[in-house]
């Protein structure tokens, strides 16, 4: 078979080269073309593109997966929203996935995608996202593209300084935005300053599997903790958070919280506050938080309540946390591909601070204090920092970098990004954003090697970019070509929901190993028929489950009768098909969730609780073959107190 | 001689590689199947390119009422062709061995090789016999019929050798590494004749 495949192989080769030569002309015909924008974005017509890109939905609570560099959208991943769509959310085998301590959420608000890493760099194995108001983190499974596990984070409150991850992805990282009474209790808002805690989540990720579980909860004072990044390299080990609202203000926080002419940086030791652990460290608080994970054999998710977390005061940890002084409430916290930089972006700061990390070292040695903020040290400002980006633009919010020594930061208020250069401070080139730019990209942005071929910036206001669509518009994103000395703007692009970050990678690493069906001898999932024969329809009292498969073009069975008003109708759909690309639909007439598209090999559940007498169709919602119009199929819903019994069949009419 | 009966058990022994390798290979492209679809066809039975090529050819064929794919219980030729090649092997083998040490001349060789054609032409023609009847034996109540330009049913039937449009496919078919090997050693095998020839004549 070897020799057979490398024949094979040989044939494929010699048919790429006739066709690398014709790609050849192309581009020499093409030549005084270039430099032209358009031709750097264009990806032909049956091509695919270099990179992907996950950008958060925001308020969609969803993610979505992009092409760069032509910008155009592959997917909507569900994550903490219901999707009609596919079901998620609604299928029974789903719901347990958006489950909370606060029962069943239907969506939510995802902001920081963030690649799994080995040694400090992405993987492409699973994206990680935070979701900002009912805290939560989720994970996403390149191989399926699909949500796997989502944790919710107790004590914690506006999970925004969230879910980056260290170097061996040893952790995924979520620090709370807002702070509140831990444990919650019925107190008076007025008792803000010092009863409220800050709680800095470190959720470990098991290395094989990328189950998570929360390891520790450091209460930390009641900041806001508003941005995180890991240290990596020399400064692997710590965890850097920018905190606004040193002032501990509960009200009008536009104004006072924004008095003190510096806030912090949070460095925080992780491997120190292990070690206190593995000596038996902590305590243990009683709690209440959801974990679901999902299974992709059972095709089905579950929910588990945990009922503690470890609590760890840091100020029983020497050693484990210093503040950093940092202008004017810093918003993004980023640090060097080498790990010796940690800038910090003083939204209300005219510059841009740099620390640097041997300088912190050095402090820390010489126990260079300059007070302390609730028994925690605070360094010196001037001990610390690296140097200042001066007057470089205005409201600072987030920096990236890429691989020859730059740094690109954007600038809200003055709708920028400015590129700079680490040790210099220098700027070198600054282009416009259309319009007031949030978030920037760069593939590897969070780790040792980023890819520094192209930055995307993702806006918060639109206005006249594309088409009117209303007054609700989608955000826009512009791509820039930053591979050489000065950026230049390739594409713009509209997003959905509100992008906050977004994490890019080298389509080479995750594009192989993308599934492309499910196995259906895999399959366990307690309710699958895997083949017609296994088809049945079961009355349990008034539940009934009808075990139904799908395969072009035909449900099995089509005809049940002796259903009945009042009656709870589970329809498991298990699609047999094993090939790529052929999912079955479906839904019926009254369904009061949504319908299922089932992927080949998938089985998914939806429950049916016919309220009217009548025969009523359902049919195959996703154009599936040339006979899709006829994959249809009829339920008899007879009276409660009829005594028809449950008949179910496929092709019985037909002679 | 001594040259001779060696390329004649290298030949004859070429075809043992069809216990290994498959003997043809029949391909369906469209475009909607970039990764290819298609199935390799051994002495004892059909292989898909994948797990499931097999399934999902029947799939697409059930539309225009073709029979499902035959697993090895299904066909006697599943059976027949390894004993039959694996004989086939086994006796040129050992006359290659005999015209090794004397004991058979190089007309052997040919006799062997005028067999083998014999069963070979006479697997051909069984194995066109199946495609025509898996092209054209049709489920009288299929869903799609198809006609020809004269008004007869449309015939399914894969090349024997070669390309064919059928419908949106198109059906390739060609011998694979194991029908390669069995055409080389009965090449072969005809080479050792030739070799022995000359060296009686000397």
């Known amino acids: 078979m070897k020799i057979l495949n490398l024949c094979i192989g040989l044939l494929a080769a010699a048919a790429m080269m006739s066709c690398g030569d014709n790609t050849n002309k192309k581009s020499s015909a093409g030549g005084a073309l270039n430099s032209s924008a358009a031709e750097k974005v264009y990806v032909a017509p049956g091509e695919q593109d270099e990179y992907y890109a996950f950008i958060s939905g925001g308020y969609s609570g969803n993610l979505t997966v992009y092409g760069l560099p032509s910008g155009r959208l592959f997917k909507e991943i569900?994550?903490?929203?219901?999707?009609?769509?596919?079901?998620?959310?609604?299928?029974?085998?789903?719901?347990?996935?958006?489950?909370?301590?606060?029962?069943?959420?239907?969506?939510?608000?995802?902001?920081?995608?963030?690649?799994?890493?080995?040694?400090?760099?992405?993987?492409?194995?699973?994206?990680?996202?935070?979701?900002?108001?009912?805290?939560?983190?989720?994970?996403?499974?390149?191989?399926?593209?699909?949500?796997?596990?989502?944790?919710?984070?107790?004590?914690?409150?506006?999970?925004?300084?969230?879910?980056?991850?260290?170097?061996?992805?040893?952790?995924?990282?979520?620090?709370?935005?807002?702070?509140?009474?831990?444990?919650?209790?019925?107190?008076?808002?007025k008792e803000y300053k010092g009863k409220f805690k800050g709680a800095l989540s470190f959720i470990g990720v098991e290395k094989e599997t990328g189950h998570m579980d929360i390891k520790f909860q450091l209460l930390m004072?009641?900041?806001?903790?508003?941005?995180?990044?890991?240290?990596?390299?020399?400064?692997?080990?710590w965890f850097f958070f920018t905190t606004y609202n040193t002032e501990e203000a509960s009200t009008l926080l536009e104004v006072n919280a924004s008095q003190n002419d510096k806030d912090f940086i949070a460095a925080v030791n992780w491997k120190k506050i292990e070690e206190y652990i593995n000596n038996g460290g902590g305590k243990m608080m009683p709690s209440n938080y959801a974990h679901n994970v999902y299974d992709h054999n059972s095709h089905t998710a579950t929910s588990t309540m945990k009922k503690e977390v470890r609590v760890i005061d840091p100020t029983e940890v020497p050693g484990a946390v210093y503040l950093l002084p940092t202008p004017k409430s810093p918003h993004g916290c980023d640090v060097s591909p080498d790990g010796k930089y940690i800038v910090g972006n003083g939204k209300l700061s005219a510059n841009l601070t740099v620390h640097s990390f041997e300088k912190m070292q050095e402090a820390i040695k010489n126990e260079k204090f300059d007070g302390e903020a609730y028994g925690i040290p605070i360094l010196s400002f001037e001990d610390v920092l690296a140097g200042q980006v001066e007057q470089a633009g205005l409201g600072p919010l987030h920096t990236e970098f890429d691989d020859?020594?730059?740094?690109?930061?954007?600038?809200?208020?003055?709708?920028?990004?400015?590129?700079?250069?680490?040790?210099?401070?220098?700027?070198?080139?600054?282009?416009?954003?259309?319009?007031?730019?949030?978030?920037?990209?760069?593939?590897?942005?969070?780790?040792?090697?980023?890819?520094?071929?192209?930055?995307?910036?993702?806006?918060?206001?639109?206005?006249?970019?594309?088409?009117?669509?209303?007054?609700?518009?989608?955000?826009?994103?512009?791509?820039?070509?930053?591979?050489?000395?000065?950026?230049?703007?390739?594409?713009?692009?509209?997003?959905?929901?509100?992008?906050?970050?977004?994490?890019?990678?080298?389509?080479?690493?995750?594009?192989?190993?993308?599934?492309?069906?499910?196995?259906?001898?895999?399959?366990?999932?307690?309710?699958?028929?895997?083949?017609?024969?296994?088809?049945?329809?079961?009355?349990?009292?008034?539940?009934?489950?009808?075990?139904?498969?799908?395969?072009?073009?035909?449900?099995?069975?089509?005809?049940?009768?002796?259903?009945?008003?009042?009656?709870?109708?589970?329809?498991?759909?298990?699609?047999?098909?094993?090939?790529?690309?052929?999912?079955?639909?479906?839904?019926?007439?009254?369904?009061?969730?949504?319908?299922?598209?089932?992927?080949?090999?998938?089985?998914?559940?939806?429950?049916?609780?016919?309220?009217?007498?009548?025969?009523?169709?359902?049919?195959?919602?996703?154009?599936?073959?040339?006979?899709?119009?006829?994959?249809?199929?009829?339920?008899?819903?007879?009276?409660?107190?009829?005594d028809i019994e449950l008949e179910w069949s496929l092709g019985e009419d037909v002679e | 001689m001594k040259s001779a009966s060696i390329i004649m058990i290298i030949g004859s022994a070429l075809l043992f590689s069809l216990f290994i390798y498959p003997l043809w290979t029949v391909e369906l492209e469209a475009p909607q199947y970039p990764d290819g679809l298609g199935m390799y066809i051994h002495l004892d039975g059909l292989q898909g390119f994948t797990e499931y090529d097999l399934q999902n050819i029947d799939g697409l064929n059930h539309y225009i009422g073709m029979q499902k794919l035959p697993t090895p219980a299904d066909m006697w030729e599943f059976r027949t062709f390894p004993l039959v090649v694996g004989g086939m092997a086994i006796l040129g083998v050992l006359i290659g061995f005999l015209g090794l040490f004397s004991k058979v001349s190089h007309k052997w060789f040919l006799g062997w090789l005028v067999v083998m054609t014999v069963l070979g032409i006479l697997g051909m023609y069984d194995f066109n016999a199946w495609l025509i009847d898996y092209g054209t034996n049709l489920d009288p109540k299929a869903i799609i019929k198809v006609v020809d330009a004269d008004g007869n049913p449309f015939s399914y039937k894969p090349p024997l050798l070669g390309r064919r449009d059928i419908l949106n496919f198109t059906a390739v078919s060609y011998p694979a590494l194991g029908g390669i090997l069995l055409t080389v050693g009965m090449l072969l095998t005809f080479i050792a004749y030739l070799i022995g020839l000359k060296s009686s004549k000397k």
């Open chain 1, 78 to 189: 569900p994550v903490f929203s219901q999707f009609p769509t596919s079901g998620y959310g609604y299928s029974e085998e789903t719901k347990p996935m958006l489950n909370t301590s606060h029962g069943f959420i239907p969506w939510g608000d995802s902001h920081h995608p963030d690649i799994s890493q080995t040694e400090g760099v992405t993987d492409g194995r699973w994206v990680f996202i935070n979701e900002n108001n009912t805290p939560r983190i989720a994970r996403i499974d390149l191989e399926t593209f699909e949500t796997v596990e989502i944790i919710e984070v107790p004590n914690s409150a506006g999970n925004h300084s969230s879910s980056f991850v260290t170097e061996n992805t040893e952790y995924v990282v979520a620090g709370t935005r807002f702070s509140v009474p831990v444990p919650q209790q019925d107190i008076s808002i």
């Open chain 1, 221 to 237: 004072p009641g900041f806001n903790y508003d941005l995180s990044h890991p240290g990596r390299g020399d400064s692997h080990g």
């Open chain 1, 404 to 642: 020859k020594g730059n740094a690109y930061t954007t600038f809200f208020i003055s709708s920028e990004v400015v590129k700079w250069k680490l040790g210099t401070w220098e700027v070198i080139d600054r282009k416009p954003t259309y319009y007031s730019v949030g978030h920037l990209t760069i593939a590897g942005g969070n780790s040792r090697e980023p890819d520094g071929k192209y930055m995307f910036a993702m806006n918060k206001i639109t206005k006249d970019r594309y088409l009117p669509t209303g007054p609700e518009l989608e955000h826009s994103a512009q791509l820039y070509d930053i591979s050489g000395e000065k950026m230049e703007l390739l594409l713009d692009f509209p997003t959905h929901g509100e992008p906050h970050y977004a994490a890019a990678i080298k389509a080479d690493k995750v594009a192989p190993n993308s599934k492309k069906f499910y196995k259906l001898s895999e399959n366990t999932h307690p309710f699958a028929a895997k083949s017609e024969a296994e088809t049945k329809v079961v009355r349990e009292g008034n539940v009934v489950h009808v075990y139904m498969t799908t395969i072009r073009s035909h449900f099995s069975p089509d005809n049940i009768e002796g259903i009945k008003v009042g009656d709870k109708v589970y329809f498991h759909i298990t699609n047999l098909e094993q090939d790529f690309d052929v999912p079955h639909g479906f839904a019926i007439i009254g369904q009061n969730n949504s319908e299922l598209l089932i992927m080949p090999g998938q089985t998914k559940t939806s429950v049916w609780e016919p309220k009217q007498v009548g025969v009523w169709p359902f049919y195959c919602t996703d154009f599936c073959s040339a006979l899709h119009q006829e994959m249809q199929g009829y339920i008899r819903v007879s009276p409660k107190d009829s």
